[in-house]
């Protein structure tokens, strides 16, 4: 199963001109699918009978299961089924500013973080490059219905959804080609982020094919002892490794990689982290993004107070490290990775 954003341009002129349809109409067709993120009921100047036959024969795989709203309608989170089976979720944020969509790269996820309400469901399925890219779409045209504090248009997209993105490497490079795509997608590869838990080979490949791409981290812990309990692939790529990959990537793309830790509660938000982070992010010249835990059903401990997360941040700076608080966007619509699908299936709607 897949979507018919799985389709080339070339597919789909194929199968319209094997139905007769004139060579304009294909074209027709994909900039709408792509550019405006038309469902096929919408592409008015598309005639009745062949928006059927394409629902029919090509449909689109993109199904809204539930959607929720939060921040004054500025944070939009929605179930999707894609590809008839797939089901993830993906949440667009507003700011005065930009407008972001955090995307999922698999249904699942397999790499464990204890902490992780995708982690914990383990992995269920890969993605298609096509239903990774459907996601944008879909906020693509959800951003019109933001609020007008917004730009109402898509701007940024990053992979900090369900899935480990270096996990599912050959999908989710063909998705970056899609959504980078002049003639596709067309965002520009400086407003794409992959976030990883630190996967090398994936690293290495990001700075090799997609170098315009931004890179985050999930750190989380600065010691090796500490980082294998709570990120187990990195008892496979131990800090030294992925330091290293990260040094080479940004060599390579001249940018600046983010860190991301998420502060958990006498955990890993202690001085000793800080002071061994602190060396980490200066020699990277990384920029560090903490963010308070969010309890999830299978790790209930508590993300860091406000005293905690204020000392661990002047900490870091006092060692003149950058770093920022991330905002908490759609707690109360469980949009930390992976609850709400996590949450849907323990109620038996997905
Ligand atoms: N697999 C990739 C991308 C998806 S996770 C990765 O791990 O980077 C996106 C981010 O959410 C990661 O930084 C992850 O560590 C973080 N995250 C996961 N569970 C969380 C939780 N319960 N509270 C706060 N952040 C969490
Ligand atoms: Fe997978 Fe990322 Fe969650 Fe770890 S934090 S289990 S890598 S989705």
Known sequence: MSTVYDLTADDIGKRLG??????????????????????YDSMSEIPPALRERLAAELPMGVQVLD?????????????????????????????????TVCISSQAGCAM????????????????????????????????????????????????????????????????LE????????????RH???STVGIVPGIERLAEHAPQVGLAVSFHAASDELRDQLVPPNTRYPLAELERAISGWRARTRRRPSI????I???NDTAGQAELLAPIARRLGAHVNVIPLNPTPGYPVMGSSRSRIRAFVDALEGLRVNVTIRDTRGRSIDAACGQLALSAQATGRA
Request: glycine residues 10%; proline residues 4%.
């Open 260 to 263: 991301e830790w998420a502060l």
């Open 67 to 99: 959607e929720r709203t939060a921040d004054r309608g500025a944070t939009r989170k929605a179930l999707l089924r894609l590809g008839g089976q797939h089901i993830v979720e993906a949440v667009l944020m507003g700011y005065p500013d930009r407008v």
């Open 265 to 267: 509660d006498g955990v």
């Open 18 to 39: 094997a139905w007769d349809e004139p060579r304009y109409r294909s074209k027709q067709v994909w900039t709408q699918l792509w550019k405006r993120g038309a469902t």
């Open 192 to 194: 794409i982020t992959v």
């Open 112 to 175: 464990g973080c204890t902490f992780c309400a995708t982690g914990q469901m383990g992995l269920q399925n890969n993605l298609t490059a096509g239903e990774i890219s459907a996601q944008a779409v879909w906020a693509r045209r959800e951003a019109a219905r933001l609020p007008a504090t917004t730009p109402q248009r898509l701007t940024n997209i990053v992979f900090m959804g369900m899935g480990e993105p270096f996990a599912n490497q050959r999908r989710v490079f063909r998705s």
């Open 178 to 189: 899609q959504l980078t795509d002049p003639d596709t997608f067309g965002i520009g590869a």
